[in-house]
């Protein structure tokens, strides 16, 4: 069974249609890219996912569990999830440590040392064991981010939701992030995410989808997608991105 499956999301703001008959599947251990121009409906897809954005229509099974029933805990479903920004939002006054044990021990409720031992293990795991105890200002902007992905990943989501991840990145940069994240799909860790790095997306993704105006106008592997695309927008869009 699909880890995340949505069928037929539809959100719109006022009269804006922003996602319409969405339908996207995600098994356990796959990696799900979405493609497409700004203002396409990257993000908001991500945050209906999430349910940051309540969808006006459709369903959205998450762990076997229809999430948009009104009666489901949104917190509770968040909790499961892990999400990174563009933008890292770290805490400046916290250690790296302290940024990435904060949720542990303020919203899953993990005793102190339990989650210091899991914030050094994940911070080993992202590479960045060594910067425990910094501030994140004394960290370059790939290593904060991938300290905003170790937050994510300590309390063990089920799914990790990536909204342009490098987007806010200087380019020498955007390398040790998506080698972190071609990693943590070969440890298996489910993801899907939004990136307009089409190379990362050739090697990693199962699953490539293209957007266009709130609709998924293509979807397949990186093969038939990126390689051989059937839809004269996803062409177009390619074209202007290479
Ligand atoms: P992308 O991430 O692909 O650039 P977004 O999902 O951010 O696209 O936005 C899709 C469209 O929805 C855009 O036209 C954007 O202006 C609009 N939009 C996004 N969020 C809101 C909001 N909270 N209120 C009104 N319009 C929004
Ligand atoms: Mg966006």
């Not at 006022?14 to 799900?32: E, F, K, M």
């Amino acid at each position: 069974m699909a880890l995340l499956a949505m069928t037929g999301v539809r959100k719109a703001f006022g009269n804006h249609v922003v996602l319409s008959s969405v339908d996207l599947t995600i098994d356990a251990g796959q990696c799900v890219v979405l493609i497409g121009a700004s203002g396409s409906g990257k993000s908001t897809l991500l945050r209906c996912a999430n349910l940051l954005e309540v969808v006006d229509d459709g369903v959205i099974t998450f762990d076997g569990r229809d999430i948009t029933d009104p009666r489901v805990d949104g917190d509770e479903v968040r909790s499961r999830m892990g999400l990174v920004f563009q933008a890292y939002n770290l805490f400046p006054h916290l250690s790296v440590l302290g940024n990435v044990t904060l949720a542990l021990r303020k919203v899953h409720g993990v005793p102190d040392a339990e989650a210091r031992t899991r914030g050094l293990e994940m911070l080993d795991r992202v590479g960045l064991a060594e910067k425990a105890s910094a501030r994140p200002d004394d960290l370059s902007g790939g290593q904060q981010q991938r300290v905003a992905i170790a937050r994510a990943l300590v309390a063990n989501p089920r799914l990790m939701l990536l909204d342009e991840v490098t987007s806010a990145l200087d380019p020498e940069l955007v390398g040790e992030v998506l080698d972190l994240l071609g990693e943590l799909k070969a440890d298996g860790v489910t993801m899907l995410l939004n990136t307009h790095e089409m190379g990362f997306a050739r090697e990693v993704a199962d699953q490539v989808c293209f957007l266009h105006d709130g609709r998924i106008h293509e979807s397949g592997t990186p093969e038939q997608v990126l390689g051989n695309p059937t839809q004269e927008r996803t062409r177009a869009f390619l074209s202007r991105i290479r």
